[in-house]
C-alpha cells in the first residue's frame, strides 16, 4: 500500500484498529511501568497487588455493558446462543479465525485481543528485570510481525485476529513508554522514530505496485503502528494553540471520545435492527419513506440513534459504574 494508500487507509477501520492497539499498548505499559518504579520504593505495592488493581479497574470498565450486549443479543439471536461461550470469555477473536468467516459480533474480537492483552502483558511488565525489558518490546514486535505473515498467507485465514498476531502494535506503544519512563530517552526514540517513519513510507510507495501480495499487506499494518504512535507523540507534545482548542479539547470530539466504548460496542449489532425497524415504523409514511430508502439518510439516521442509545448507556451504566475505579488501588 502507497503513501496515498496508506493516507486514505486513515479513515478506515483497519487504520483504526491499529491505533487503539498502538495507544493500548502506550497507556497499558506506562500504567504498569509506574507502578513497578512505586512498588520499588514501597513495600506494600507488591506485584500481585498491583496485578490484582489493574485487572479489577480494567473490569470496571470494560465488563458491564460488554456482558449486557452479548446477553442481550444471546436472547434474540441464536447465533448469540450456540456461541454464547466464545463470546463470554472473551475469545470472540478465536470464533472469526476457526471458522475463517465474519459473524454478526465480528467487531469484538479487537476487544477479545485486549483482554487477552490484559491477562499477559502485565506479568511481563512486573516481573521481567529492568535491563532485559527492551527485549520483550522487540521480540513482541518480531512475532506480530512474522505470525500475521503466516496466519494470513501461509496458513491462508481471511483474519490475522489472535492476539499474537497484534503484539507488534502494542509493543510499538509499549516501547515509547519504556523509553519515555525508565530511559528517559524520548528524543533518541523520536529521532529514530522519523528516520524510520520516512523509509517506511518510500517503501511503501513501491510496495503499492504489488497491492495485495503478503509482504505490502503485512507492511501496511506495521506502517500503521508507526504512523499512530507518531500520531500519540504529536498529540502529547504538541502545544499548538489552534490544534488544542479545535482537536483537542473540541467539545464534540471529546463527547464522542466519552461515549466511544458504547458507540463501538452497539453499532455494528444494532445497524440492521435500526434499518429494519426503520421500514417498519415510517414505511406506511410516504413523506418519511425516504429515511430507508435513502442510503446517505439511512446511514445519518443510524448515526443519530446509536449516539442516542450510547449516550443513554454511558450515563445510566457505564458512568455510575466507572465511579468504583476510585475505590480501586493498585496496592
Known sequence: ???????????????????????????????????????????????????????????????????????????????????????????????????????????????????????????FILLVKEKYLKYVFVVSLLLGIVSKYVVLFVLHHRFACLTINCLDAFAIGGLYAYMKLIKNETAIFEKYLNTILIISLFFGVRLSHYLGHPIAVVYSHLLDSLISIKLIIFVLKNKNVPVQKYILENKVLNYIGKISYGLYLYHFVMKN???????????????????????????????????????????????????????????
Open 1 to 123: 500500500m502507497g503513501f496515498a494508500g496508506q493516507l486514505l487507509n486513515i479513515f478506515s477501520g483497519d487504520f483504526g484498529v491499529d491505533l487503539f492497539f498502538v495507544l493500548s499498548g502506550f497507556l497499558i505499559t506506562s500504567i504498569l511501568l509506574n507502578e513497578r518504579k512505586k512498588s520499588e520504593h514501597e513495600p506494600t505495592r507488591n506485584k500481585k497487588k498491583i496485578f490484582k488493581g489493574f485487572f479489577l479497574r480494567r473490569m470496571i470498565r470494560i465488563f458491564p455493558i460488554y456482558y449486557l450486549t452479548i446477553i442481550i443479543f444471546s436472547i434474540f439471536s441464536t447465533y448469540g446462543r450456540d456461541n454464547f461461550g466464545y463470546y463470554f470469555f472473551y475469545l470472540g477473536n478465536v470464533l472469526p479465525y476457526r471458522t475463517n468467516q465474519p459473524n454478526p459480533l465480528s467487531h469484538t474480537w479487537s476487544l477479545s485481543v485486549e483482554e487477552q492483552f490484559y491477562l499477559v502483558w502485565p506479568w
Open 273 to 331: 435492527l435500526l434499518d429494519d425497524s426503520l421500514k417498519y415504523i415510517v414505511g406506511k409514511i410516504p413523506a418519511f419513506t425516504f429515511l430507508y430508502t435513502n442510503p446517505y439518510a439511512l446511514f445519518f439516521t443510524d448515526v443519530l440513534i446509536i449516539i442516542g442509545i450510547a449516550s443513554l448507556s454511558y450515563y445510566a451504566i457505564e458512568e455510575p459504574i466507572l465511579r468504583l475505579k476510585k475505590k480501586v488501588g493498585y496496592s
